[in-house]
């Protein structure tokens, strides 16, 4: 239970984040919010265990906190795009 609360909360403050810093009104909700911050974490730890060949959920840097921001940033502008 405990898990998933944080899961929540890293996904909205990176919901949060990633709609502060991109360019222009992001106008979505709070569940979305949390599920684009979820998203971006999942897109950059995929990436980053991809290129780096280690494990998926290695752990919490502050590099995997800006990927995450970087990954929900880049599901705004595909969501946008489609």
């Known amino acids: ?5 944080s899961i929540v909360f890293t996904g909205l403050v990176v919901g949060v984040l990633a709609r502060f810093f991109y360019p222009g009104d992001v106008d979505i909700g709070l569940l979305k919010t949390i599920l684009l911050g979820v998203g971006g974490a999942l897109v950059a730890g ?3 265990s991809w290129k780096s060949g280690g494990r998926f959920g290695d752990g919490v ?3 995997g906190c800006l990927a995450s921001v970087i990954g929900a940033m880049l599901l705004i502008f ?5």
């Not at 239970?1 to 609360?5: I, S, V, W």
């Not at 595909?78 to 489609?82: A, D, E, M, Q, T």
């Open 46 to 48: 995929v990436f980053a």
């Open 1 to 5: 239970m405990l898990n998933l609360l």
């Open 78 to 82: 595909v969501g946008r795009s489609l």
């Open 61 to 63: 840097n502050r590099a």
